[in-house]
């Protein structure tokens, strides 16, 4: 059985051992340090995060005198140092870390060509803090470096192309913010030549970084003869070797805020979904993040005006723009549906939570008047309700009543939950729904905080809730998913009411703790069910349920009451190093496939009386610690009850079909 999150060792522990075993502990806790730093990331706790990446610094900077192989690791730490710092407003602290990352890549990279990912990735994050000090010029340069390396991993592998695209981007704007449009169209169409390629490949990854690109390539393209006949206007080289042209201000537009909030959106689901940070194997999803997020900031630094963005360029050759964007034609253009979408991104920006509030409306205007834009606008809502939140506002989410000092942000994140729950609800005729209903809708809420979550008779595609905490109850009675659905390391606070759901493909619950009660009444699960190393501290009911294939349950606690009444198991079920702490009941229950239970704990009454086993049937390792009863079961089967402890005596009906299998408590 997994260890609970209470019984690992504490920093101070590690802090105490390492007194006594540097050799083993140091590394251990510089492990540590990082690991709790980023959990801490994820409730906006990044001042006190950063002091624990400071500590694993200097423990690495330590073990690297000793032992050359810790580089790589004081190189991601001090990356991940400098991404810190950042975030609370460090600029300088921040620039000087990533400045002595990207010397240490540098080195690792002369020996290991493994590392240049890595160097690419730190060139790029030197680029966003040159930027932030306000060094356009040397932000360029750091950039160019990136993207020379990402160009040279994109050839020997295309699983680096989406990050080639994404800092092609990021160049073309920088090169327009230099107001060389030349070397700006020529990186531009590069870049959409790329995403073309990404976005025949995954359509729906890539169809918005495209769109973007395409735009940015638009207006590129509609204002390059001008700019070709405006001798006074330097070349990127120029302004990057000629001193009097850096430093330039560049030109802001209504699109500004989008930049902050994708970006924070960004940072928080990676920083949720990567275990490795920054550095990591290349994902559709980390990759749609960075493109999606250079291609906005490529629109904000390239317009020069809102009223560019609303009305068409004056010149629109391709036709493969408008092919791009047909999907569109029948209903609001283009324009307008931008024109939205910066509207809702800039009330979400907004410190105030009423603007917030009306930011979240917007959103559902939006997908009301252009349906192919749902996807989009569904992934921004579960974006907001990712972010973290202030620590005052998490410290209280065990308690079944949110916090009043939550109350203001608490109202807009419970306005999109709403959002979603509502526009998920099909009606009562699901080959007739509503007009409000969005059909094949797929959530993320990895890592989200929950608040009286309901999502009762929805319909939907796949889910994640992977590290999402429902702070009070929780809602599914009545969903259909038709695709996976993940509870991995979830927490429920609360009560979960998980009744009446199907579940047409994989339902994958590991490391999940409920800390209230759970039921699962009458649900369907037509694909495999898998419940590894969970927690349930409240009583659990499986009453009515249906396994049409394969259930497993391993490493998971009961510690309360649990009732499979007239379950059915079409296919086989295991269980395996299970606790149950509280009476089990199986009554009625009728299982079709074979049935294993490996290394259980009955420690209250268990009764099997009129179940239908029509399988093979194993109790191997079995403790009955109270009352047994398989009063009425019938076996169509072998039933192997080899070294299973009864406590109370065997059962007389099990004595009855397997005599010489049996044995009773061993102190007979």
């Given at each position: 059985?997994t260890n609970s999150?209470?019984?690992?060792?504490s920093?101070d522990?590690?802090?105490q051992?390492?007194?006594?075993?540097p050799?083993?502990?140091?590394?251990?806790?510089?492990r540590?340090?990082?690991?709790?730093?980023?959990?801490?990331?994820?409730h906006?706790?990044?001042?006190?995060?950063?002091?624990?990446?400071r500590?694993?610094v200097e423990?690495?900077?330590q073990?690297?005198?000793e032992?050359?192989?810790?580089?790589p690791?004081?190189?991601a730490?001090?990356?991940?140092l400098?991404?810190?710092?950042?975030e609370?407003g460090?600029?300088?602290g921040?620039?000087?870390?990533?400045?002595?990352a990207?010397?240490?890549?540098?080195?690792?990279a002369?020996?290991d060509?493994?590392?240049l990912?890595?160097?690419?990735a730190?060139y790029?994050?030197?680029?966003i803090r040159?930027n932030?000090?306000?060094?356009?010029?040397g932000?360029?340069?750091?950039?160019?470096?990136?993207?020379?390396?990402?160009?040279q991993l994109?050839?020997a592998?295309?699983?680096?192309l989406p990050?080639?695209?994404a800092?092609?981007h990021r160049?073309?704007?920088?090169?327009?913010?230099?107001?060389?449009?030349?070397?700006?169209?020529s990186?531009?169409?590069?870049?959409v030549?790329?995403?073309?390629?990404l976005?025949?490949?995954?359509?729906?990854?890539?169809?918005?970084p495209?769109?973007?690109?395409?735009n940015?390539?638009t207006?590129?393209?509609?204002t390059?003869?001008?700019?070709?006949?405006?001798?006074?206007?330097?070349?990127?080289?120029?302004?990057?070797s000629?001193?009097?042209?850096?430093q330039?201000?560049?030109?802001?537009s209504r699109?500004g805020?989008?930049?902050?909030?994708?970006?924070?959106i960004?940072?928080?689901?990676?920083a949720?979904?990567?275990?490795?940070?920054?550095?990591?194997p290349?994902?559709?999803?980390?990759?749609a993040?960075?493109?999606a997020?250079?291609?906005?900031?490529?629109?904000?630094v390239?317009n020069?005006?809102a009223?560019?963005?609303?009305?068409?360029?004056?010149?629109v050759s391709?036709?493969?723009?408008r092919?791009?964007?047909?999907h569109?034609?029948?209903?609001?253009?283009?324009?307008q549906?931008v024109?939205?979408?910066v509207?809702?991104m800039e009330?979400?920006?907004?410190k105030?939570?009423?603007?917030?509030?009306g930011?979240?409306?917007t959103?559902e205007?939006?997908?009301q008047?252009?349906p192919?834009?749902?996807?989009t606008v569904?992934?921004?809502?579960?974006?907001?309700?990712?972010?973290?939140r202030?620590?005052?506002?998490?410290?209280?989410l065990n308690l079944?009543?949110p916090?009043e000092?939550?109350?203001q942000d608490?109202r807009?994140?419970?306005a999109?939950?709403?959002?979603?729950a509502?526009?998920?609800?099909?009606?009562a005729?699901i080959?007739?729904p509503v007009?409000?209903?969005?059909?094949?809708?797929d959530?993320?809420?990895?890592?989200?905080?929950?608040?009286?979550?309901?999502?009762?008779?929805?319909?939907l595609?796949?889910a994640?809730?992977?590290?999402c905490?429902?702070a009070?109850?929780?809602?599914?009675?009545?969903?259909c998913?038709?695709g996976r659905v993940?509870?991995?390391?979830?927490h429920?606070?609360?009560?979960?009411?998980l009744?009446?759901?199907?579940?047409?493909?994989?339902?994958?619950?590991?490391?999940?703790?409920?800390?209230?009660?759970?039921?699962?009444?009458?649900?369907?699960?037509?694909?495999e069910?898998?419940?590894?190393?969970?927690?349930?501290?409240g009583y659990?009911s499986?009453?009515?349920?249906?396994?049409?294939?394969?259930?497993?349950f391993?490493?998971?606690?009961?510690?309360?009451?649990?009732?499979?009444v007239a379950?059915?198991?079409?296919?086989?079920l295991?269980?395996?190093e299970i606790?149950?702490?509280?009476?089990?009941?199986f009554?009625?229950?009728?299982f079709?496939?074979?049935?294993?239970?490996?290394e259980?704990?009955?420690?209250g009454?268990?009764e099997?009386?009129?179940?239908?086993f029509?399988g093979?049937?194993?109790?191997?390792?079995?403790?009955?610690m109270a009352h047994a009863s398989f009063?009425g079961?019938s076996f169509s089967?072998v039933?192997?009850?080899?070294?299973t402890?009864?406590?109370?005596?065997?059962?007389?009906?099990?004595?009855?079909i397997a005599?010489?299998?049996?044995?009773e408590d061993s102190?007979?």
């Amino acid at each position: 059985m997994t260890n609970s999150p209470s019984e690992l060792p504490s920093l101070d522990d590690l802090r105490q051992a390492m007194l006594q075993d540097p050799e083993e502990f140091r590394p251990r806790l510089a492990r540590a340090l990082m690991e709790r730093a980023m959990a801490m990331s994820r409730h906006d706790e990044a001042a006190e995060s950063v002091d624990m990446i400071r500590e694993a610094v200097e423990l690495y900077h330590q073990l690297a005198e000793e032992n050359r192989d810790i580089l790589p690791d004081l190189a991601a730490a001090l990356n991940n140092l400098g991404i810190r710092l950042g975030e609370i407003g460090d600029t300088a602290g921040a620039l000087r870390t990533t400045v002595e990352a990207v010397e240490l890549y540098r080195q690792l990279a002369d020996d290991d060509r493994d590392q240049l990912r890595n160097l690419a990735a730190v060139y790029g994050n030197l680029g966003i803090r040159l930027n932030e000090i306000g060094d356009p010029t040397g932000a360029l340069r750091a950039t160019s470096d990136a993207l020379a390396l990402y160009r040279q991993l994109a050839t020997a592998d295309p699983e680096f192309l989406p990050y080639f695209a994404a800092t092609l981007h990021r160049v073309a704007a920088q090169q327009t913010a230099h107001d060389d449009t030349t070397s700006a169209l020529s990186s531009a169409e590069e870049a959409v030549a790329v995403y073309r390629r990404l976005a025949d490949a995954s359509p729906e990854t890539f169809r918005v970084p495209l769109t973007s690109t395409l735009n940015l390539l638009t207006r590129l393209q509609a204002t390059s003869k001008s700019v070709q006949h405006d001798t006074r206007r330097p070349s990127t080289e120029q302004a990057v070797s000629d001193p009097q042209y850096a430093q330039r201000p560049t030109h802001k537009s209504r699109l500004g805020l989008i930049v902050v909030v994708i970006v924070a959106i960004g940072l928080a689901g990676f920083a949720l979904a990567s275990s490795g940070w920054i550095f990591g194997p290349p994902t559709a999803t980390a990759a749609a993040i960075v493109a999606a997020s250079s291609a906005i900031y490529a629109l904000v630094v390239q317009n020069r005006s809102a009223s560019e963005l609303t009305s068409p360029p004056s010149k629109v050759s391709p036709v493969s723009i408008r092919s791009t964007l047909a999907h569109l034609d029948e209903g609001p253009t283009n324009f307008q549906i931008v024109d939205l979408f910066v509207r809702a991104m800039e009330q979400l920006g907004s410190k105030q939570a009423p603007i917030r509030l009306g930011g979240m409306y917007t959103l559902e205007q939006l997908a009301q008047l252009a349906p192919d834009q749902r996807q989009t606008v569904v992934d921004v809502i579960c974006a907001y309700l990712r972010m973290p939140r202030p620590r005052s506002e998490t410290e209280n989410l065990n308690l079944r009543i949110p916090t009043e000092y939550g109350d203001q942000d608490n109202r807009v994140r419970l306005a999109g939950q709403n959002i979603l729950a509502n526009h998920l609800r099909p009606g009562a005729d699901i080959e007739r729904p509503v007009e409000t209903f969005w059909p094949n809708i797929d959530l993320d809420m990895s890592g989200a905080h929950l608040i009286n979550f309901d999502l009762s008779d929805c319909h939907l595609r796949s889910a994640t809730f992977a590290a999402c905490h429902f702070a009070g109850s929780a809602r599914f009675t009545g969903t259909c998913f038709s695709g996976r659905v993940r509870f991995d390391r979830a927490h429920f606070a609360g009560d979960a009411n998980l009744d009446n759901v199907t579940f047409e493909s994989d339902a994958l619950f590991h490391g999940t703790h409920f800390a209230g009660s759970v039921v699962f009444d009458e649900s369907s699960f037509r694909e495999e069910l898998i419940c590894t190393r969970a927690w349930v501290d409240g009583y659990a009911s499986f009453t009515g349920a249906k396994f049409l294939s394969l259930a497993r349950f391993s490493e998971v606690h009961f510690a309360g009451q649990v009732g499979w009444v007239a379950a059915t198991f079409d296919d086989d079920l295991w269980f395996g190093e299970i606790h149950f702490n509280g009476s089990t009941g199986f009554e009625r229950c009728i299982f079709q496939g074979d049935v294993r239970f490996s290394e259980i704990h009955f420690n209250g009454n268990t009764e099997f009386e009129r179940c239908t086993f029509q399988g093979d049937v194993r109790f191997n390792v079995v403790e009955f610690m109270a009352h047994a009863s398989f009063a009425g079961a019938s076996f169509s089967r072998v039933i192997n009850i080899s070294d299973t402890l009864f406590a109370e005596g065997i059962p007389g009906e099990l004595s009855q079909i397997a005599p010489s299998a049996t044995r009773e408590d061993s102190s007979d």
